[in-house]
């Protein structure tokens, strides 16, 4: 059975940081590069940032650049972005994706407010 994961989420006051997981099991994780894409009330599912398969590759959106780290342990199946400096306009449900087999995880919600 594919799970993804999700866990790390909550509220946060801007200016802070959170760290999401996202724990694979029920397929070939390191073999599959993954992503994190976030969708914020009203907005389209956006790409946040993702990572090659053996990590030594990764990608961000220009908004979170330099703000957001991914990172994954294939010993462990997991993945990870570390969010810092958050702001308001970071807030939305975040999901793991597992790009080679289109694997979603169920969300976790970030929300970034004084």
């Known amino acids: 059975q594919v799970q993804l994961v999700e866990s790390g989420g909550g509220l946060v006051q801007p200016g802070g940081s959170l760290r999401l997981s996202c724990a694979a099991s029920?397929?070939?994780?390191?073999?599959?590069?993954m992503s994190w894409y976030r969708q914020g009330p009203g907005k389209e599912r956006e790409l946040v940032a993702s990572?090659?398969?053996?990590?030594?590759?990764?990608n961000y959106a220009d908004s979170v650049k330099g703000r957001f780290t991914i990172s994954r342990d294939n010993a462990k199946d997991t993945v990870y972005l570390q969010m810092n400096s958050l702001k308001p306009d970071d807030t939305a449900v975040y999901y793991c994706?597992?790009?080679?087999?289109?694997?979603w995880g169920q969300g976790t919600q970030v929300t970034v407010s004084s």
């Open positions: 994706h597992a790009v080679r087999y289109d694997y």
């Open positions: 029920g397929f070939t994780f390191g073999y599959s590069a």
């Open positions: 990572i090659s398969s053996t990590g030594t590759t990764t």
